[in-house]
């Protein structure tokens, strides 16, 4: 009897139960890169949580060092729905890995217009033609490498005056954010900088002056890495939606980009974005 109990045991006992045989399935990682003085996670954790209900599949966040950084990510399959800037968002379209645009925040036609970048320089270098006549003896300062309105934006206008930003000046700093660029020459440490506009009109601290100004700069749409178990143009149709069925989504989007304005829904992101065409 105890030998005829033993064989049942163990023959129960070779078959996994079928809630231990099903895996359960990867977490999408819903990325994002670091800034300072915004919370960048809780930014984007209503957007990964509605993903996730949607779709009823586990997700996660994370935060990289730097929008290059989160390209990197994305194109190494660590991230599968990115939150990035412009700069990096023409970067991973520059790659040869195919990308999925997903929408973007469709930010009030005033504010757009004020999403603009500035050169600003110390008084004195505001006549035509000083910057490029002095420039091997100024301090350059941009926002970051990577940056859109404190970096490749303006570059491309310094280039266009013949001044490449590594050789054309006498020092050139990355201050890490916009309002630290302008008070870099606000305080005598830098010559001249780039920042966002809406930075520098807030303050426009005395002795400050602008030397330029872009034309409005639109934000980076978000992006989705294609796969098996990433469903990218489902994840459009449901940012679309989102502004209906979770608010909170563009909300903590606001409070973790300024450029975002006061845009309450998602849009198809404009032909004109889907080429790297702006970073050449």
């Known amino acids: 009897m105890t030998r005829a109990l033993l064989v049942v045991v163990l023959s129960l006992l070779s078959f996994a139960p079928v809630w231990a045989q099903q895996t359960l399935p990867r977490p999408w990682v819903i990325a994002t890169y670091a800034y300072p003085q915004r919370d960048r996670a809780a930014a984007i954790q209503p957007l990964a949580d509605y993903l996730g209900l949607r779709a009823r599949h586990p997700v996660q966040v994370r935060l990289f060092d730097s929008p290059t950084a989160l390209v990197d990510a994305l194109r190494r399959g660590e991230a599968d729905v990115v939150v990035p800037n412009l700069h990096s968002y023409l970067q991973a379209r520059r790659a040869s890995e195919p990308l999925t645009t997903l929408p973007v925040p469709q930010v009030p036609a005033l504010q757009a217009d004020r ?129 209906d069925e979770a608010p909170s989504v563009m909300a903590a989007l606001r409070a973790g980009w300024p450029e975002f304005g006061d845009a309450t829904v998602f849009v198809p992101a404009p032909t004109a974005l889907l080429t790297p065409a702006p970073l050449d």
């Open 115 to 243: 999403y603009r970048a500035v050169l600003v320089a110390r008084a004195g270098l505001e006549q035509a033609g000083e910057l490029e006549r002095v420039a091997r003896s100024l301090r350059l300062v941009l926002v970051g490498r990577d940056s859109a309105s404190g970096g490749f934006v303006p570059v491309r206008e310094l280039r266009r005056r013949g001044l490449e930003p590594t050789t054309a000046f006498a020092h050139l700093a990355y201050a890490g954010s916009h309002a630290a660029a302008l008070q870099a020459v606000a305080s005598g440490k830098a010559d001249v900088a780039a920042l966002a506009a809406d930075v520098y009109d807030a303050e426009r601290p005395t002795g400050v002056v602008e030397l330029w100004r872009s034309e409005p700069i639109p934000p980076g749409p978000l992006l989705c890495r294609p796969a098996a178990d990433v469903p990218c143009q489902q994840f459009a149709a449901w940012l679309l939606e989102a502004h």
